[in-house]
Structure formats: C-alpha cells, structure tokens
C-alpha cells in the first residue's frame, strides 16, 4: 500500500534522530535538511531537545500528529514505536531503516509480523525494514550518499538492496544521470520491487511522470504481477532495465544471506524479461549506461558512425557494436572523399571517422554534419573525445553541446577524461548531458537494447491445436514420470507437431516388418532407461533386416528395456525445443541448437509460455548459433517459420497440460523445407 504521506508528506518524523551524521539517524536528517524539505521536520531522542537545529522529543508518545514516521532504532523497539504512532499520532506512512528484523533471526522475522499487522490495520505505508530509505524530489529520506540531481523526468530507481542502490547511483551521477525517486524496499515486508511498479503503472501520468525505470531485483516474489505492469508500463511509453541477481548457485546463497531471497532459476528469469520487454543488464555499470541511453532521442536503426580523436577506441566500439549485432559501416564515394579533403592530411573517414589528435572543433562540427545530413545510411553517432593533456577541451564539447541540440540522430558522448577534462566534463554535465566513459561498456549495453524484444502481445496461439483431445490424452495417462512413447507422439500430434514415423514393440518380427514398410537406413532406440545414449541404447544408420535384428536381441538384455523404437534415419540439421515448469513463473521454453550441442554449448534462449511468433522468432534471433539457423558459408539455412511455428505450438500444449514438468524434444531435424520431431519424451506430475 502506497500512500500520499509517504510520497508527499506534510510533516515527517525522525526516530531516533542524531547528531552524529555518520549514524542513520543522523544522516537521514542531515539529508532532508540539505534537501531543502518544506513541512514540519521533527525528530524523537530521549536525550535531546534539539537536534541539528530541528526541534526533539524524548519519546514518540509526546509528538504532535505527524504524517510520515522514519525509524532508526534497534529492531526489538520498532514494533511498539509503529503501534503508538499509528494508533495515536495517526502516522499512516513508516520507513524502517533498521536492521535484525527476518533477514537475520526467526525472531527478528515475528518483529517484522507484528509491525505489518499494525501497518495493516491503520491502512499505513511500510517501506523496508533494513533499508536506506526513499528519496524522491519531495522529501529525502535516505541516510546515504550521494544524493543525485533530482528531476519529475529523471529516472526512477528501485533497487532490492540498500547497499546496491547507493553503488549504482554513485555509478550514475559520474555519468550525469538525473533521478525522479529511489526506492530501497530492503526486506520489502509490505511494499516489494512488483508493489511499486504497480503503483507507478496505476497512477502514470503521461506527461508528468518519469519514463524510465531502473530495477535492481534480488527476489522475484509475484513474476505474473512483475510482467502485467512492467509490460503495461512500457506499452505507455516507458523504458525498464533490470539487473536480477542471485540467479547462479552461488549467487542464490548471497541473496539469501542478504534478505531472505530465493533466485529463480536464470532461464525464468530471462524468460519473464523477454516477455515484458525489459532490457536486462548484468551489473551496475551496464544499468546506468543504458539508463542514460534511455535518456536520449530513440535509435532508429542499427547503423553506427563512430567520429574520434583516438584510432583505439574507435576500434574496440567497432568490435563491442558488431558483436552486438550492430553495423558500423564502411563510408565512401564521393560524400566520403569530399568530407576526407576537408580534414587534416592523415584524417580517416571510412568509420570509424579519425580526425587525428590535432582535429580542431571545426573538424568535429563539419564531421556531426555529414553524418546528420549526408551519410544516410547511419542512424546514430558515437563520439569520441577525451584529451591527451595539451588542450582544453570545452571548446570541442560545446559543438557536441550544439549538435546534440540541433541534430536529429542520436549523438552519444564519449568523453573518458574525466581526470585530465575534469572541469570541462562536469560542465558538459551541467548543461543537462550524460557521458559514456567508457566506449566498449556503451557499445554492449546499445546492444542490449536493440536486441530487446517489445512486450509480448497476450493471446494464445489455437489454430491447428486440439486442445479437447490434449486434456483427453493428459487424463488417460495412468502414472506420474516420463510417460510411454505412444502417449509422447500423442501429445505432439494434438500440438499440430510434426513427428517422424516410428514403431515400439518387443516383438522382433513386428520391429523387422515396420522397417521394411518404412524403408532402411533406420534407428533403433530402446524404450525404459531415461538416459538411452548413456546404456548404449541407441544405433543410427541400421541398413538391413540382419544388423537390426542382431541390435534388436542386444538392446533387449539391457536392464529395465521394456521395447525397441523403430523409426527412418532423417537427415538434416538438428535442432532443439524443450521446456521445464518453474514454481511462480510456469513453463519456460527453450530452443536452440539440437544434439549435443544443447549440453556442450549451452546455446539455448528462453521465453514465457505460452509464446507468440514474435516472441518465437526474436528468441530464434538471439541464439548465438542463429547464422547456422539461417544458413552460411554456402550451407542452406533451415525453415526458420516452421521452427517457430514448433515452438508456439508447444507454448500453447504446455498451457493446456499444465501436468507436464519437463521436455524436450532433441533432435527436431530441420532442412530448407521442413522441421520435424525425432526423439521426444514428456515427465508429468498430476495433482492429488
């Protein structure tokens, strides 16, 4: 529950309040002094009557009514503290800074109870416990540093971890980036990372509001709620980066040690993300950067002229840009020989577009021209611009200054002497810019976000899925586990799957006359053990009735084979599509590379189920092995729209049978014209 007196209040109360700023208390008062906080400021310490200037009380009991309280006392105090001030100081917004609550001790987790149930009753806002606070251009309520630059357009910060917000600002403001609030929810006992995106997407304002947000996500507690109103928010025309941490092993623990979270599972993760269309990010310097990304005009395409000082740099953006998948190409003809001419003897202009140390402004200036008004097949423009020590360099920022102004592509400053430049920075700074330090940092968080995919639309793909006949064959099943062949081809079938023609039996005569029929070469395949390549239960390329017989009678004396799999030896590439249920987040989809390379490579993306051919083919796009998918070096690609179209049909089985656990069907063979299922098998858990 987010309420007005915790975003806007008219008077607000430090428990705990200090002298000693290198105490929360103190700290959290100093900021909101500093940050020019216009209601009544009151503070409670039982040895005080004043602190730092604003009028103190020995004890809660004994303050006027007061509409926001912040406490900074120890955990076993604050639930009595929260009782007197809702119930009689009709207190109905609390910031709990301290820790020893749940994070640490059974014990402490009955103080956090106990403070909810009183912050429910009066219908009152809690943010934290063992949090930093909330800062927004109201009031700030935070006992850290730095305090950014505030703005209603700035951008929105809500971050999981107290410690990790405070990081990722000071990364930010060395960048210039502006912030609307900064939310640290800490243990998030009533007000979590979902609450607040939830008020913000039920309460945006188009032209008020600020449109970019920054998540930083330890515990993905409601993933449904994250992806309603993180979607809807971009849908009105916000942009979402998140770092969701502690989704490798080691990684869980430390988030569990932090506040209690448990990480899904990486793959859900990125899953959700694709599905809402937010651009994840991997660390602080990543999220920042593609914060200030947002901050600018819109990309438009994926063409890059890169115009520098430093040969360098320019290269290593070129290398960041391409393995991105973004183009930095090549300029030439005549526009490019004719801007040549006008630069120093030396100059390059093939792009990246060297001017030399010794390039003047001028040089600068003519170059942001071209690129705007005649190179037309670049979309953005990366510059570079720092100094080696000889000049000043405010001259040369004030035409990037001028051109960002003016120009209608894209202008990214590069400007990484902010030691030598120091003065010259900061003042591009504070004419309202962002700087990118660092060239290569930039160019994969570019990437990041042309690769990201829109929010994903919410119907279910039908055509061609019998869904009746699906829940017939999901009841028939008699047991839970990996279920018979029969029902797996079943299954597929209903999905509108394509699956090769196969025959299990323990019978030899019946296994020799399915092969005539279909044809030799075959594969045979035993039925039983999970793992059939481990037990040597599978043969490829059986030419004739003599080899398949004799690895009919050897396959059959391996324990726990209960029959052999006949079917025709395919040809082609081979392809994969599996899927695993994930408590809280469903079934998660998987495609990529088949065979082994699924394990060796790990070349696998991830979507939400159920998906939709968009969604289908941007998680085809982002597979690292995607030019073996579409063909290269003479080698024909494969059917990329039937792939999809596999993929959505299984999306739309598995929201349908829901039972199903987990996967995978490996290979799918895939040529130019078709995709079909070769192997396939389905475990399944039934309700009680």
Sequence with gaps: ???????????????????????????????????????????????????????????????????????????????????????????????????????????????????????????????????????????????????????????????????????????????????????????????????????????????????????????IGDPDRLLFHASSLIKKGCKIAAIKAGSSESGSRAASSHTGAIASSDSAVEALFRKAGIVRCYSREELTTVGCIFTLPELRGKNFAIITHAGGPGVMLTDALSKGGLNVPKLEGPVADELKSKLFPGAAVGNPID???????????????????????????????????????????DVLHEKMQTCSKPIFPILPSINTAGAEVAAFLAKGHVNFADEVTLGTALSRIMNAPRPAANEIELFGVDVPRIRRIIDSIPEDGYIQPHYVQALLHAAGIPIVEEFVSANKDEVLAFARRTGFPVVAKVVGPVHKSDVGGVVLNIKGEQHLAFEFERMMQIPEVTGILVQPMLKGTELFVGAKYEEKFGHVVLCGLGGIFVEVLKDVSSGLAPLSYEEAYSMIHSLRAYKIIKGTRGQKGVNEDKFAEIIVRLSTLLRFATEIKEMDINPLLATEKHVIAVDARIRIEKKE
């Design 1 to 219: 529950m987010i309420t007005n007196q915790l975003l806007r209040p008219a008077s607000i109360v430090v428990v705990g309040a200090s002298n000693n700023v290198h105490k929360p208390g103190g700290a959290i008062l100093r900021n909101l002094i500093n940050g020019g906080y216009t209601g009544e400021l009151r503070a409670v310490n039982p040895k005080e009557t004043e602190v730092q200037g604003v009028t103190a009380y020995a004890d809660v009991k004994d303050i006027p009514e007061t509409e926001l309280a912040i406490l900074a006392i120890p955990a076993q105090m604050c639930p009595d503290a929260v009782e007197v001030l809702a119930a009689e100081k009709q207190v109905r917004a609390f910031i709990i800074l301290s820790a020893g609550f749940g994070e640490e001790t059974h014990e402490g987790a009955l103080l956090e109870d106990r403070i909810l149930e009183t912050v429910n009753k009066y219908g009152a806002s809690l943010i934290g416990p063992n949090c930093i606070g909330l800062m927004n251009t109201w009031h700030h309520s935070v006992f850290s540093q730095p305090i950014p630059q505030l703005h209603p357009q700035g951008v929105d910060l809500i971050s999981s971890s107290g410690a990790t917000a405070v990081f990722i600002l000071e990364s930010a403001v060395t960048k210039g980036l502006q912030f609307n609030s900064v939310w640290s929810v800490g243990n998030a006992k009533q007000i979590g990372v979902e609450d607040v995106l939830q008020y913000m997407d039920e309460n945006f304002r188009q032209e008020e509001d600020s449109k970019i947000k920054l998540l930083y996500i330890e515990s």
């Design 355 to 397: 001017i030399l140390a010794t390039g003047t402004p001028d040089h600068l200036r003519l170059c942001l021209e071209y690129c705007e008004e005649k190179f037309e097949n670049i979309d953005a423009v990366l510059a570079i611009f720092g100094t080696p020590g000889l000049v000043t360099m405010f001259e040369m920022y």
